[in-house]
């Protein structure tokens, strides 16, 4: 049971222009959301967080927006750079309890 | 580099073996979790340790076993090893107890299982 879903394995996005990755939950319990992302031969670093009481919060280029109601969560990258090109993890936690991952979005910045 | 460390980079062994990874976490650190990644699918959570207890299992099978020790670097056991075991191994550190805290993850290690 998926309860974390990314349902976009990939989006190809220009230089300059916004990413917006999305991100599904299907458990009504979870407070805590996260972003990570990947590059290849190495882990996954931390992005961005939310908490469900927020429904915004922003960093830099990064925003993440959270619609509750929806119970979906997106990322916004703008301006996109080349350095972005990347795997984007979606995360979820209930009570503090053990992070649910979803499956990743695979990001590339087209220069 | 996250300073997280990993042994080893790569393992290729066969089925019904058993294999040790290893993880040193951040300076300061006491969480450890373990996650897998299996080809094409997110991060599983298998089990995080907090100073040297258990906290929060997982998706872990009963062929696996972690353990955090006193200097608070941990080893996954992998026992009993099947094909489907094969996988990209994660461990990561955080200076807190929930896993909400950001999580510093290691390079990985790659175990390949023929």
């Known amino acids: 049971d998926q309860q974390v879903k990314q349902n976009s394995p990939s989006l190809s996005v220009q230089e300059g222009r916004i990413s917006i990755l999305n991100c599904d939950y299907t458990n009504s319990m979870f407070d805590y959301f996260l972003w990570y992302k990947k590059y290849p031969a190495e882990g996954p670093t931390f992005l961005i967080s939310i908490s469900s009481i927020k429904d915004k919060n922003e960093d830099g280029r990064f925003t993440v927006f959270l619609n509750k109601s929806a119970k979906h969560l997106s990322l916004h990258i703008v301006p996109s750079q080349p350095g972005d090109s990347a795997v984007y993890f979606c995360?979820?936690?209930?009570?503090?309890?053990?992070?649910?991952f979803g499956a990743g979005t695979i990001l590339r910045v087209k220069s | 580099d996250s300073g997280v460390t990993q042994t080893p980079k790569h393992l290729i062994t066969a089925t019904g073996q058993r294999v040790t990874l290893r993880c040193s976490p951040r300076?300061?650190?006491?969480?450890v979790y373990w996650y897998q990644q299996s080809l094409d699918q997110g991060l599983q959570f298998l089990i995080h340790?907090?100073?040297?207890?258990?906290?929060a299992k997982g998706n872990i099978l009963e062929r696996f076993s972690a353990q955090q020790f006193p200097d608070l670097h941990s080893e996954l056991n992998l026992s009993s090893l099947e094909l489907g075991d094969s996988a990209l191994y994660f461990c990561a550190s955080s200076v807190g107890l929930a896993p909400t805290y950001e999580q510093y993850f290691g390079p990985g290690t790659r175990l390949t299982v023929t």
């Open positions: 995360a979820a936690s209930e009570g503090g309890n053990k992070l649910v």
């Open positions: 300076s300061g650190d006491l969480s």
């Open positions: 340790y907090y100073n040297g207890e258990e906290r």
